[in-house]
């Protein structure tokens, strides 16, 4: 059965940075790329960008590049969402999802939310 | 960029009833890459629907999809009390951004 289990709750400053990991089971960690999404209050989901866990590889969306930075370890089927310079607009529910299969996305993790707050 | 534009913003149905919802995208969509999903407050996006057509699994066969180029259409038969929620459509064209619409609000009536 497969899972994404993401790491909890975070409140952040201003300027401060934050790291959301997402746990993958249940299938070939290195199968699927990963993407990022995130959903602010009220609003619809964006696409943040996405990791291949078998290559590294990494694609970002412009409005997210210099400041996100995705990795992931192999060995313990997890990813990492790093997103810097935190600011008051990037109060959000961010979830990774698996995919795309045939376009979609048929995993999602639970979200993880993160509020910046002075 | 391809933008999905849906309709309606919100729809108030009874249980029993068809639902018809719309989604316009600003240039043509492969409808190997048109996907619709349910989300529930407090709950992560779940798949209905993909490749404009086909269900995910374990959706009942009230859901249905339909469509290409620019318009799709997804369709609940007759409304289950559980199926009131948001319902978004999302593309994934050749090149990112990769996009959900603004989603539809189907409330109870």
């Known amino acids: 059965q497969v899972h994404l289990v993401q790491s909890g709750a975070e409140v952040k400053k201003p300027g401060a940075s934050v790291n959301v990991s997402c746990k993958a089971s249940g299938y070939t960690f290195t199968a699927y790329y990963i993407h990022w999404w995130r959903q602010a209050p009220g609003q619809s989901l964006e696409w943040m960008g996405w990791?291949?866990?078998?290559?590294?590889?990494?694609r970002y969306a412009q409005n997210f590049q210099g400041r996100v930075t995705m990795t992931r370890d192999t060995s313990i089927s997890t990813v990492y969402m790093e997103l810097t310079r935190l600011r008051s607009d990037d109060t959000a529910v961010y979830y990774c999802a698996r995919g795309p299969n045939s376009g979609s996305f048929d995993y999602w993790g639970p979200g993880t939310l993160v509020t910046i707050s002075s | 960029e391809i933008v999905l534009t849906q309709s309606p913003g919100t729809l108030s149905l009874s249980p029993g009833e068809r639902a018809t919802l719309s989604c316009r995208a600003s240039?043509?969509?492969?409808?190997?890459?048109l996907a619709w999903y349910q989300q529930k407050r407090g709950q992560a996006p779940r798949l209905l629907i993909y490749s404009t057509s086909s269900r995910a699994t374990g959706i009942p066969d009230r859901f249905s999809g339909s469509g290409s180029g620019t318009d799709f259409t997804l369709t609940i038969s007759r409304l289950e009390p559980e199926d009131f929620a948001v319902y978004y459509c999302?593309?994934?064209?050749?090149?990112?951004?990769?996009?959900f619409g603004q989603g539809t609000n189907l409330e109870i009536k």
């Open positions: 240039q043509s969509v492969s409808s190997r890459y």
């Open positions: 999302q593309q994934f064209g050749n090149s990112p951004p990769y996009s």
């Open positions: 990791i291949d866990p078998n290559t590294g590889g990494t």
